[in-house]
């Protein structure tokens, strides 16, 4: 590893300009068996635990490599890395330099190749002339391919937002077994002050947005990224685990699609490709990735022979516009004929050719066990009957506009559930004594989300013939609720499951539809899983993770929850366990 600083600042600001803000992959030194041989430091106990405030991670492990991270705090100021098997530092694998550049908000990025497989490493940055050194973090290389004997043991998270409460999901995890941690999206959220997620508790618990108008510009992403990672308990996950991560909306704006956001108005935000381009730089900046310069974000990973995984964007690629159901209402109520059209057309993309083609190739060479998806948005189908679900979107659009839901229209809702209930049990027995009209009521259903692959059948169906019979697992986040769903074709063929992780502070159901009393959510609960065919389990207020530990016979999943996240004080539970 050449230490030129004119060459790579040259190297750096040429890249920029080359991709044009957008799919900025991190600027990463790759260091393996020629590194620049540095002399060990024989004076760690003299130095500081300064300068590195944001602490260290990890990212993208794989048999041979990982990337490891921090962040100094003067720009311009060069580094020195170390990784070792040994948390003492007597037996050190890999060292080297590096310069904290200001144009990556002084960030620095190493991946570190040529490592031994399934091994446990710990490493550490310092800066030499200011006696200043970094906490020591902890991480792992994966299984080499053909290894059939271990387990894998993940962490899946989704949906944190700083200014909603406490991150004590990320400090349990941090405390768990895990290996990886597999984070699903929305590492942050782009809202200011008095906007989603500020609530009452936000001021008390002294965690107000900075900055704290919404995030437009290249500095208002990172200085979220630097609230985020200030946070005590992400720090701690980050420094003992490694993490394989995804975007969803949030690190851009609300519903972003391939060239919009429903939270995003150029009138008065200036043009979205701007907006997004900071967001994406900030991003990689923040979270590295094993990609490279100017490549979109899905990749693979192998853990030995146990499971395959497939990071994927469903959210910025490729991904149309979303539809929403407000656009087909009429006079005459809800034009249905031209909605079906719309939702069946076979042009509109979540993924898009090039990743599904990506997907194909990688799915046909695998030989592992499970091939597992990691994905933002609820693949299974979530659809309702249509009475149903005009009564949740009423629910909806009151709390949006006025904060509080009318009684008389809750009650109408849990009083229409009761109905199509009753109903569907009685037709599971063929009641003969059914009218027609009762008949269609629950089978007259549509997707009550269509911001997830229920908004895009047509490719959701060609995604699943892919597998060639090959199960599917899929892993979800996005909807701050966590859910498990068989997943069935349009043939009614099971070709998999769905397993879905709540939040780790960003508020559930509870708040979408204006319930806080716990009998009325597991009233709402129990409408989901009675009406929803293909659902199992679904838990609509509690934070917290999924837990999976896979071997070659099985999959062993937990949903485990935080008793609060608005105190210290706080409890883990398991509330639903599946093994398949």
């Known amino acids: 590893m050449k230490n030129n600083q004119l060459d790579r600042r040259k190297f750096l600001r040429n890249s920029l300009l080359a991709t044009g803000g957008m799919f900025i992959a991190p600027v990463i030194v790759s260091c393996s068996n020629d590194d620049q041989v540095v002399e060990p430091n024989q004076e760690v106990g003299e130095y500081t635990m300064k300068g590195f405030s944001y602490g260290v991670a990890s990212f993208d492990p794989t048999p041979q490599s990982v990337i490891i991270w921090t962040r100094y705090d003067l720009a311009g100021e060069v580094v020195t890395w170390e990784i070792a098997k040994d948390i003492e530092f007597k037996e050190i694998v890999r060292q080297g330099v590096a310069t904290a550049f200001g144009e990556t908000d002084n960030t620095i990025s190493i991946e570190v190749n040529d490592l031994e497989a399934k091994g446990k490493y710990f490493y550490r940055f310092y800066q030499k002339g200011r006696k200043e050194i970094s906490v020591i973090g902890e991480t792992i290389t994966l299984a080499a391919q053909g290894d059939s004997s271990s387990e894998v043991r993940l962490a899946v998270l989704s949906c944190s937002n700083y200014p909603a409460g406490l991150f004590n999901v990320y400090e349990a995890v941090a405390k768990s077994d895990v290996d990886v941690v597999i984070h699903l999206g929305d590492y942050i959220y782009e809202y200011g002050q008095g906007e989603y997620g500020t609530n009452a508790s936000t001021t008390v618990l002294n965690r107000q947005p900075k900055p704290s108008h919404e995030l437009v510009s290249l500095d208002d992403y990172r200085t979220r990224y630097k609230q985020y990672r200030s946070d005590e308990d992400l720090k701690l996950a980050h420094q003992k685990k490694p993490f394989i991560c995804v975007w969803d909306d949030h690190e851009i704006a609300n519903d972003t699609y ?9 009138d008065k935000e200036g043009a979205f490709e701007i907006r997004k381009a900071s967001a994406i730089q900030a991003y990689s900046e ?15 990973f192998e853990f030995g022979s146990v ?79 249509l009475s149903l679900l005009l009564y949740v979107q009423r629910v909806m659009l009151e709390f949006s506009a006025t904060g509080t839901v009318r009684p008389e229209t809750t009650q109408g809702l849990f009083v229409e559930a009761q109905r199509l209930i009753m109903i569907k049990e009685r037709l599971k027995q063929n009641d003969p004594t059914l009218t027609q009209e009762e008949i269609m009521s629950v089978k007259a259903v549509a997707p009550y989300n269509l911001d997830a ?17 090959k199960q599917i697992i899929t892993l979800a986040g996005d909807t701050h609720n966590a859910w498990y769903n068989t997943l069935t074709d349009q043939d009614a063929n099971v070709i998999g499951h769905e397993f879905a992780t709540s939040s780790v502070s960003s508020p559930g159901m509870e708040e979408y539809l204006g319930i806080q009393d716990v009998s009325q959510l597991k009233m709402v609960e129990q409408v989901f899983e009675s009406l929803v065919d293909d659902l199992q389990y679904c838990d609509l207020s509690n934070r917290g ?36």
């Open 307 to 385: 499971l395959s995984m497939y990071m994927l964007d469903t959210r910025v690629l490729a991904r149309d516009k979303q539809l929403e159901y407000a656009d087909y209402f009429t006079a005459e109520g809800m034009d249905v004929p031209r909605f079906t059209a719309d939702l069946s057309n076979p042009n509109r993309k979540l993924l898009g050719m090039e990743q599904m083609n990506w997907l194909a190739s990688q799915v046909n060479s695998s030989t592992a066990k499970w091939q597992v998806l990691g994905q933002q948005v609820l693949m299974s189908k979530m659809t309702l009957p």
């Open 545 to 580: 993770y999924l837990y999976m530990n896979f071997t070659t016979s099985s999959i062993h999943s937990e949903w485990r929850y935080v008793s609060t996240i608005s105190s210290k004080d706080y409890s883990i539970s398991v509330k639903k366990q599946v093994t398949i």
């Open 258 to 266: 391939k060239d919009g956001a429903e939270n995003h108005q150029s």
């Open 286 to 300: 923040y979270i590295p990735m094993k990609t490279g310069k100017g490549k979109p974000i899905y990749r693979a």
């Open 453 to 469: 692959w229920d908004g895009y059948p047509v490719e959701r169906e060609m995604l699943y013939k892919l597998f060639n019979n």
